[in-house]
């Protein structure tokens, strides 16, 4: 009897090994896919753009009308307003401040209209 015990704990153990190697290997996933797209604010002339990390492979990226380095990602708040992320400020205060006309440096929410 003891061996006949031993075998289907063994047993047991493999299916167990097995549900939990197919729970951890599966597609699927609880948390939401990373974008591969994001918005991009032209700190010059406020234009929005939506790029993908190969188009945006440096920040700030580069216009692609002018070639010049003044895109960095934005976020769009629930009221409507653009803003640039606090993690940005110091690329903003330094390498693009030639370049900023429309990101209100106190708040770096983008100016409507350029205004």
């Known amino acids: ?3 006949l015990a031993r075998h289907w704990k063994l047993i047991a153990a493999i299916l167990m090994l097995a549900l939990a190697g197919y729970l951890l ?3 699927s996933s609880p948390f939401p896919p990373i974008p591969d797209r994001f918005d991009y604010v032209c700190v010059s ?4 753009f939506y790029l993908s990390n190969e188009e945006a492979a440096m920040i ?3 216009h692609p009308q002018t070639g010049v380095a003044t ?3 934005c976020i769009r708040n629930d009221d409507g307003s ?3 992320e606090e993690g ?3 690329l903003l205060e330094g390498e693009l401040s030639k370049y900023n006309h429309v990101v209100d440096m106190e708040t770096l929410i983008v100016k409507k209209d350029g205004a």
């Open 1 to 3: 009897m003891g061996g």
């Open 25 to 27: 290997t599966r597609s």
């Open 45 to 48: 002339t406020g234009e929005l």
């Open 60 to 62: 700030p990226a580069r």
């Open 71 to 73: 895109l960095i990602p």
């Open 82 to 84: 653009v803003a640039v």
């Open 88 to 90: 940005f400020r110091a």
